[in-house]
Nanobody
Framework: QVQLVESGGCLVQPGGSLRLPCSASGINFATYTMGWYRQTPGKQRDLVATITSGGITNYADSVKGRFTISRDNAKNTVYLQMNNLKPKDTAVYFC?????????WGQGTQVTVSS
């Protein structure tokens, strides 16, 4: 019954902004470290950002200063705010949650940055 559902992906112009929400169900959300990862065809899935249950954040160097991860435990939702988007940010973005041995993934949402 565990489910992570990303949404908000779309086509956006370079320099634009976008916010991706991921809603979780079936887990004790507040105890989980949440994260965002991204993947392009034929490439590995790379970490974008993580946020711990205590609110500590970590970012990939490629997005530092442009992206912000946050969480709303009352809504069981983690967000990725993306600013100053670049074509290289084009990817399928996946929501992730983990706690001890439990790891869950969303199905992904497509973000395309192009003029």
């Amino acid at each position: 019954q565990v489910q992570l559902v990303e949404s908000g992906g779309c086509l956006v112009q370079p320099g634009g902004s976008l916010r991706l929400p991921c809603s979780a169900s079936g887990i004790n959300f507040a105890t989980y470290t949440m994260g965002w990862y991204r993947q392009t065809p034929g490439k590995q899935r790379d970490l974008v950002a993580t946020i711990t249950s205590g609110g500590i954040t970590n970012y990939a160097d490629s997005v530092k200063g442009r992206f912000t991860i946050s969480r709303d435990n009352a809504k069981n939702t983690v967000y990725l705010q993306m600013n100053n988007l670049k074509p290289k940010d084009t990817a399928v973005y996946f929501c992730n949650g983990n706690y001890w041995t439990q790891v869950y993934w969303g199905q992904g949402t497509q973000v395309t940055v192009s003029s």
